[in-house]
């Protein structure tokens, strides 16, 4: 699949998108291997693509689809087999964010998906050097998701808050009687812990 060529097309046969373009790291030639592919989407009735926005990425088979929740614009996030981290942008569309998480029966699978496209966003900022985001999205993750589903303290790198997720996830699986689905756990665990240490 060669997505920055793949997506466009996709999208932009779409009579409510007027264009899509690349941009970030993989436009501006300073990507690495964990990048994701950012696509800035312009459209005259966002409310109506949003509707429909679900069925039209459904082409790329992704693991996870969901609107972030925690922007100041709307941003739909896929995540693909790679892992591959892809976000739909629409820079127009300005927000406030939402609440912290509730962790339910209801809820749980949806702060996996969550969790997962985070880890995976914050390891990027790690192998590119940026440590400011990197610290303040490791708190950020505290108050608005770990510290909700129960954890006492922030985690200091990528691999801690995997390893509390981890340790909290089952916790809460066994609180609410559920079976959280490991696909998208199995494709980006090992691509975010291969240069960090790995929890037990």
Same mark, same amino acid.
Request: glycine share 6%.
């Given at each position: @699949?060669?997505?920055?060529? #793949?997506?466009?097309?996709?999208?932009?046969? *779409?009579p409510l998108v007027r /264009?899509?373009?690349?941009?970030?790291?993989?436009?501006?030639? +300073?990507?690495?291997?964990?990048?994701?592919?950012?696509?800035?989407? !312009? +459209?005259?009735?966002?409310?109506?693509?949003?509707?429909?926005?679900?069925?039209?990425?459904?082409?790329?088979?992704?693991?996870? $689809?969901?609107? #972030?929740?925690? /922007?100041? *614009?709307?941003?739909? @996030?896929? @995540?693909?087999?790679?892992? +591959? =981290?892809? #976000?739909?942008?629409?820079?127009? $569309? =300005?927000? !406030?964010?939402?609440?912290?998480?509730?962790?339910?029966?209801?809820?749980? +699978?949806?702060?996996? *998906? *969550?969790?997962?496209?985070?880890?995976?966003?914050?390891?990027? =900022?790690?192998?590119?050097? =940026?440590?400011?985001?990197?610290?303040?999205?490791?708190?950020?993750?505290?108050?608005?998701?770990?510290?909700? @589903?129960?954890?006492?303290?922030?985690?200091?790198?990528?691999? !801690?808050?995997?390893?509390?997720?981890?340790?909290?996830?089952?916790?809460?699986?066994?609180?609410?009687?559920?079976?959280?689905?490991?696909?998208?756990?199995?494709?980006?665990?090992?691509?975010?812990?291969?240069?960090?240490?790995?929890?037990?």
């Amino acid at each position: @699949m060669r997505l920055g060529e #793949d997506v466009p097309a996709l999208l932009g046969e *779409h009579p409510l998108v007027r /264009s899509i373009k690349l941009t970030g790291s993989r436009a501006e030639g +300073t990507l690495h291997e964990l990048s994701d592919w950012d696509f800035v989407v !312009e +459209t005259g009735d966002f409310p109506r693509l949003a509707e429909v926005l679900p069925q039209l990425v459904e082409r790329l088979r992704p693991l996870a $689809q969901q609107w #972030d929740r925690y /922007s100041s *614009h709307a941003c739909y @996030m896929l @995540m693909l087999p790679g892992p +591959t =981290k892809v #976000d739909l942008i629409f820079p127009d $569309q =300005k927000q !406030e964010w939402a609440p912290a998480w509730v962790p339910s029966a209801g809820t749980l +699978t949806a702060i996996d *998906h *969550h969790f997962w496209d985070w880890i995976l966003w914050l390891e990027q =900022k790690r192998r590119s050097g =940026k440590v400011d985001v990197l610290e303040k999205s490791l708190r950020d993750m505290y108050e608005l998701m770990l510290r909700p @589903m129960g954890a006492k303290a922030e985690p200091d790198s990528v691999g !801690e808050a995997v390893a509390v997720y981890l340790d909290l996830r089952r916790q809460l699986e066994e609180r609410f009687g559920v079976d959280v689905p490991r696909e998208l756990e199995n494709e980006v665990r090992p691509a975010v812990l291969s240069r960090a240490q790995r929890p037990a």
